[in-house]
């Protein structure tokens, strides 16, 4: 996030930010509600043995404690987002649940099952403040990843230690290490990357969409940011400039490289005659 920056326009130079929803809310649920069900096999395998009746118990007691923190990160997101926002939104909702869930995970065979639920509501604020913050300092975060995962995963750590009776150095000593060594080869890494191939695509592209640059479609028509006479417009203008030029490129198979690939034409259309366009519709958004 710190090297491919923000996406375009999402921060506006008057400080404030545009709102940029998922494309299908019921798949983003149902996504969740699928990572949660994995979550019972995530922790329960942690046991690592199903081989008496004592090993049993405690995978029933690790399954109970792994709902009822994502249960607990699902409230205290309801409850964080009202008081923050004066409403409630889903997708703060569902990063509420992950985030439970996440936080258990280092210490998912607490005995005391209220600690289980203390741990997921904590998560859960944490979560949602975390997401408000780093809009303010201007980190695009698409997901809501580094709250869910980071933030929630260093708290879970942390509590295996305040209620599982982990050693807190050796909870802190491995929260700095592996976060230094993460921290230090994927930043190595990416920037090696950002200077040789490059790690985001074209500001043309990104205007447009890469459904329409790579595949030439609208993925989600009823989001769509080029409306169909925006289309034809663009195809229109840059028809008129090619005039007395030769034929554009006719794609077979292969890409348009910096061109738009029309998919009713199969012609290929230079993106700089799209880009106004594009720009246009994207900002009209908010």
Not at 42 to 69: C, E, H, P, R, Y
Not at 148 to 164: D, K, M, R, Y
Not at 244 to 256: A, D, L, Q, T, V
């Amino acid at each position: 996030m710190i090297l491919v920056g923000p996406r375009l326009g999402k921060f506006r130079d008057d400080g404030t930010v545009l709102a940029t929803p998922a494309s299908n809310i019921p798949l983003v649920t149902l996504g969740v509600f699928i990572l949660w069900l994995g979550w019972f096999g995530f922790n329960g395998g942690s046991q690592l043995k199903l081989g008496s009746a004592a090993d049993v118990t405690w995978m029933a007691v690790i399954f109970v404690n792994t709902n009822l923190a994502a249960c607990g990160g699902v409230l205290a997101a309801i409850v964080t987002a009202r008081l923050m926002y004066g409403k409630v939104s889903l997708l703060l909702v569902l990063n509420g649940a992950i985030s439970g869930l996440v936080s258990i995970t280092a210490a998912p065979i607490l005995l005391n099952m209220e600690f289980a639920i203390l741990v997921g509501v904590i998560g859960g604020v944490l979560c949602t403040v975390g997401m408000h913050l780093l809009e303010k300092f201007r980190v695009d975060d698409v997901v809501g990843a580094i709250p869910a995962h980071l933030i929630a995963g260093i708290w879970g750590t942390i509590a295996a230690a305040i209620f599982g009776g982990a050693n807190m150095g050796a909870q802190l000593l491995g929260i700095f290490a592996i976060g230094a060594f993460v921290m230090a080869t994927s930043f190595g890494i990416w920037l090696i990357l950002k200077l040789t191939t490059g790690i985001r695509v074209s500001e043309s592209d990104e205007n447009l969409g890469q459904d329409l640059v790579e595949l030439g479609m609208e993925a989600y028509p009823e989001f769509m940011t080029l409306s169909e006479d925006d289309i034809q417009e663009a195809i229109r203008h840059k028809e008129s400039k090619l005039a007395s030029k030769s034929k554009p490129e006719k794609r077979i198979g292969g890409h348009c490289h910096d061109q738009y690939a029309d998919w009713r034409t199969g012609w290929c259309q230079d993106t700089n005659a799209l880009r106004a366009v594009g720009r246009r519709r994207f900002y009209s958004l908010a």
